[in-house]
């Protein structure tokens, strides 16, 4: 075929006479059709216009230009913006989740320190024998047990009392002063409880070994106090003992406290420890009390103990939801009764949760943590800007995570008729909220008029509540104190700030403190958790042994200046 030029453009010549159409060289078929040629004589001449385009390539018929050509180019265009941000995004996604490694923390020599864990254990079991309960009502007291442990204290740990001052304040709880060689420095204090729970008459039957034996078997402690709180008390009097037996002196004095009615709140205990510090004009550095523990298996995919040092404790207040209908006799109830008010009152409450989420304190223990879970774990968590929101709602369908992301909101108590064919004209609900250190008491209460307050349904408050503590700095020198300590021991462990769900002394102690810590250096697997304030509370001995050795450790790096 003989070259065509048309406009400028040269074609490959015809490929269909009979329907008057060439092609290019780039396959596109157009229609021919004649027109007047101006630029010569003016003969009529054979001319080509692109009225059709077919790309003999796809063999699908094309606009050559136009409107059709420009959106099809429009649209393409767009796909392929959306597939290079996709890219990116993933991309973005994966490289954060690589750089989410575990931050690289001063190398530390694992401790082997010499101590005699059998003589910590025969302590703790005889400690256990003592029972020094804190009972629900005050008439139920027993003062003989609570002053026979203090003499037992006195008679088992000689040495401690012959260095140190001892106060006794609100009768039972001990106060002991380890003078320091440097009478400037702050102090700080170490604190345990040694009061403990009933054990319900129901549940005795239960216990492998009776709650108040302190059996040794099979290198077990068994009993009411072995994991709360009594061997905090007995290991950090064993410790002081085996400091003193090798000579040291602390450089900043050293407050040990021991109080005897935590489990009530501690208002006859370390509230007057507190009291009396303050009187004494003594601002501390730090303290340390109860709180968590070296948790074994507690977080998915994580091999390596989790040391949780909380920084903070959640308040608490309590409140009673107070539904109302006419009484009467139980063969002619109303269409709407107190006590079915009462219900829908406390579905929707839960149904309607205070807001929380993973920020602040929450996000930080999360943060600290998953960087040593598996690569999947790692994509989710370094990238909360996109799985946030996934995250958040799976968290609080899980008990434990839906305590770490907010305040909790707990039924607890009901009460309606006392006789099963009255009505009652008022049913009451006692909940228990457990307040986030981003909540406050106010917000708790005026988000629960919000949600269930009307003309049938009455919000009352008891007491006045107890807010959320304030936030320690895990960066200051006692948090590092007490994380070099665990890692001198317990060798390669994550150590990350925690929140307390529960209560401590601490409420009290932190009146006094610049920086409060709560943490229990002993291990704890999720079936260990289960004897708090439960059936067959337990330690191992080794485990108390450790717990021993770093209390040794925390001493003499939180001594030091």
Do not use: C
Request: aromatic share 8%.
């Amino acid at each position: 075929m003989d070259p065509i030029n048309y406009d400028g453009r040269r074609f490959i010549g015809v490929a269909n006479s009979a329907n008057g159409e060439v092609s290019d060289r780039t396959g596109f078929r157009y229609r021919l059709r004649e027109r007047a040629n101006t630029r010569s004589t003016g003969r009529r001449a054979p001319a080509y216009s692109r009225e059709l385009a077919v790309d003999e390539r796809r063999r699908e018929p094309q606009t050559v230009s136009g409107r059709g050509s420009g959106m099809d180019t429009l649209k393409r265009n767009r796909w392929r913006a959306v597939v290079v941000v996709l890219a990116l995004v993933i991309s973005v996604i994966l490289v954060r989740a690589w750089l989410h490694q575990p931050q690289s923390p001063e190398a530390i020599s694992q401790l082997e320190i010499d101590f005699d864990d059998g003589v910590a254990a025969r302590h703790l079991s005889e400690a256990v024998r003592f029972q020094t309960v804190s009972p629900e009502n005050a008439s139920d007291f027993k003062p003989e047990e609570f002053l026979g442990f203090i003499d037992w204290l006195r008679a088992s740990y000689r040495q401690v009392h012959e260095k140190m001052d001892l106060q006794l304040l609100g009768d039972y709880t001990l106060l002991y002063r380890w003078r320091g060689r440097d009478s400037t420095a702050m102090p700080i204090l170490l604190t345990g409880h040694y009061d403990v729970v009933p054990v319900s008459p129901a549940t005795q039957d239960q216990w492998s070994h009776p709650a108040f034996d302190g059996a040794v078997v099979d290198g077990i402690i068994w009993g009411r106090g072995t994991q709360d709180d009594k061997s905090a008390v007995i290991a950090i009097m064993e410790a002081a003992t085996a400091l003193i037996q090798s000579g040291f002196v602390p450089e900043r004095t050293i407050y040990l406290s021991f109080g005897h009615d935590e489990e009530n709140g501690g208002n006859d205990g370390a509230a007057k420890v507190a009291d009396y510090l303050e009187g004494q004009d003594v601002r501390l550095e730090w303290s340390l009390d109860e709180g968590s523990f070296l948790f074994d298996g507690l977080f998915p995919g994580v091999d390596p103990l989790v040391a949780s040092i909380n920084v903070a404790e959640k308040g608490s207040v309590t409140l009673e939801l107070v539904a109302k209908a006419p009484g009467g006799h139980s063969s002619m109830p109303p269409t709407e009764t107190a006590v079915g008010r009462l219900s829908a009152a406390i579905v929707k409450l839960e149904d309607h949760p205070i807001p929380g989420g993973l920020t602040g304190l929450s996000r930080q223990v999360f943060d600290s943590v998953s960087r040593y879970m598996p690569f999947g774990y790692k994509v989710v968590f370094a990238n909360l800007w996109v799985f946030g929101g996934v995250i958040e709602k799976q968290m609080t369908d899980l008990t434990f995570g839906n305590a770490i992301l907010g305040t909790t909101i707990a039924p607890t108590m009901l009460s309606a008729s006392e006789k099963t064919n009255v009505l009652p004209s008022e049913a009451i609900a006692v909940v228990n909220f457990r307040i986030h250190p981003r909540d406050s008491v106010e917000r708790v209460l005026t988000h629960v008029r919000s949600v269930v307050e009307s003309e049938y349904v009455e919000v009352r408050q008891r007491g006045s509540g107890r807010p959320a503590s304030a936030v320690s700095e895990w960066n200051s020198p006692g948090y590092i104190a007490i994380a070099r300590a665990v890692r001198q021991i317990y060798g390669d462990v994550v150590v990350t700030p925690g929140l307390m769900i529960a209560g401590s002394d601490t409420r009290h102690y932190g009146r006094v403190a610049d920086n409060s810590f709560r943490f229990n250096p002993m291990v704890q697997t999720m079936e260990d958790l289960s004897g708090f304030h439960g059936i067959n509370e337990k330690i191992s001995v080794d485990n108390l042994g450790r717990g021993v050795r770093t209390y040794m450790q925390i001493i003499r790096e939180g001594s030091n200046l």
